[in-house]
């Protein structure tokens, strides 16, 4: 398919965002009579699914300290829950397990998500914990958990069966999809609003652009002469100067390679996705100390066996983000990671055999403060930058879809770039992840 002269929508980027913004702004374009999925066209340097969305883990919960990231939460869930074939969705559930520290915290989540309607079971103390946890599996046999936050919605998505998903809804309303497309660069008006985007395959002229390009958000940034370095006030009203716009992060994942039944639940249904984070010392199971650090990791089960990851490796302002994914995982991982699983459920002792060097980690581009930046950044040009929180935020198209045909979104207010300057920053959790 060739890149057309003009187009009144420019969608960069076929994952997660570009492609529920397509499918949504169709939508919306054709319940207002504004036009329809032929005035949208989606270009991605290499093809759906290329990107993050196409290597997450898949895992779609509420669980967020932030209320506006909660209230997000619950709107994406929704929007997977509305059609789990096309979405690929498994409705199983997820468990956030914590220690002393983190008790509040997710106390506080579990009130907001009961005020907002989000079935959930709380339990605290180290002895509720541990009944409740083996009730559902019965070799459940981690230390130190004080609070379990059980949400009954939310699960995970197959990534890349996902994104072709949306794909298919976006053409079946008219959207052209056109792969190995590179966005180069921009012409722009006197105001500042972005005329013509140039392409290795010719130049398109547009009336608004959308730009969702994952980790690579810095390179269009910068061809956007938007700022590398912003000054960020707190709350308090204190100014931290010069900080960089973007950090890379890489997120490690892996998978064991068993049966996957045999992570079940005990009364044979589809096990929760399950994250845990523990001050309890970390030791393998030919009793190496691993770690006595606080120490997390997430798992699910998957077509193959068992798939999740641990916490994520701070890069710098500086990365080579292709090819993608760029690498594996670092050399300590797999043994921390299984270490992990044996230490919850003894059914995972001796797993270390089953780890499987398989296709998966992968940077991701984290803001200032580590939130999402959903807003206009030139008159015409809209970013979906998700800080890497995003490949459940499937809903989020479906905001910036009514932002775009000139409606306003409550949801996505709290995500405009301006809170840098004005202070007004999303509050900061005990979780040891940057994106909790
Ligand atoms: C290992 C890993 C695990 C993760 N697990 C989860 C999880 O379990 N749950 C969760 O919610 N989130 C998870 N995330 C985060 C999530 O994957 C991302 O936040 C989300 O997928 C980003 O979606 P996107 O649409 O912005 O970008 P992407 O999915 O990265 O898509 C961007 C697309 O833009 C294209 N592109 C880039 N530059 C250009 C250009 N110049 N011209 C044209 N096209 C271009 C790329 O080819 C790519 O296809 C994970 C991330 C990683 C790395």
């Keep these: 398919m060739t890149l057309p002269k003009s187009t009144r929508f420019l969608v960069i980027g076929a994952g997660i965002h570009g492609l529920s913004t397509a499918y949504h702004l169709a939508l919306e374009l054709k319940a207002s009579g504004q036009g329809s999925g032929a005035d949208i066209v989606i270009v991605d340097k290499t093809g759906i699914a290329a990107g993050a969305s196409g290597i997450a883990c898949g895992v779609v919960r509420n669980n967020y300290y932030q209320p506006a990231m909660s209230e997000l939460m619950a709107a994406n869930v929704e929007v997977w829950e509305s059609d789990p074939t096309a979405y690929h969705y498994n409705s199983v559930g997820y468990m956030a397990l914590g220690p002393a520290a983190q008790v509040s915290d997710l106390t506080e989540v579990a009130e907001r998500q009961e005020r907002i309607g989000y079935a959930n079971t709380l339990i605290t103390g180290e002895a509720a914990c541990d009944a409740y946890m083996r009730t559902i599996f019965p070799d459940w046999r981690a230390k130190g958990i004080e609070i379990v936050l059980h949400e009954h919605r939310g699960g995970f998505a197959f990534n890349v069966d996902s994104m072709h998903g949306i794909a298919n809804k976006a053409r079946a309303e008219g959207v052209t999809i056109i792969d190995g ?26 009336e608004q652009v959308i730009v969702g390009v994952g980790p690579w958000v810095p390179e269009i940034w910068r061809m956007l002469d938007l700022p590398a370095k912003i000054d960020v006030r707190t709350p308090a009203g204190e100014v931290h100067a010069g900080q960089n716009m973007w950090t890379y992060w890489y997120l490690q994942e892996g998978e064991i390679q068993v049966d996957p039944l045999s992570f079940d639940r005990a009364d044979g249904t589809a096990p929760p996705v399950i994250h845990v984070d523990t001050d309890a010392p970390l030791y393998a199971d030919n009793g190496t100390l691993i770690t006595d650090e606080l120490w997390g990791i997430y798992y699910k089960r998957d077509r193959h066996g068992v798939q999740g990851g641990a916490s994520p490796l701070a890069i710098g302002s500086e990365f080579e983000v292709d090819p993608y994914p760029t690498a594996s995982v670092d050399d300590t991982f797999p043994d921390m990671w299984c270490a992990a699983l044996s230490h919850c459920m003894s059914r995972f002792e001796g797993c270390r055999a089953s780890y499987k060097d398989a296709r998966s980690g992968g940077a991701g581009a984290f803001t200032a403060d580590n939130f999402p930046v959903f807003d206009y950044m030139r008159p015409n040009v809209y970013v979906i930058a998700d800080s890497n929180h995003g490949y459940k935020m499937i809903g989020v198209g479906k905001e910036v879809a009514r932002v775009l045909t000139g409606g306003h979104s409550t949801l996505l207010h709290p995500f405009r770039y301006e809170r840098f300057a004005t202070g007004d920053l999303h509050p900061v959790s005990n979780s040891p992840y940057p994106w909790s």
């Design 181 to 206: 497309v590179r966005v180069t660069g921009f012409d722009s008006d006197n105001a500042g609003a972005v005329t013509r985007v140039h392409t290795n395959e010719g130049s398109v002229d547009v």
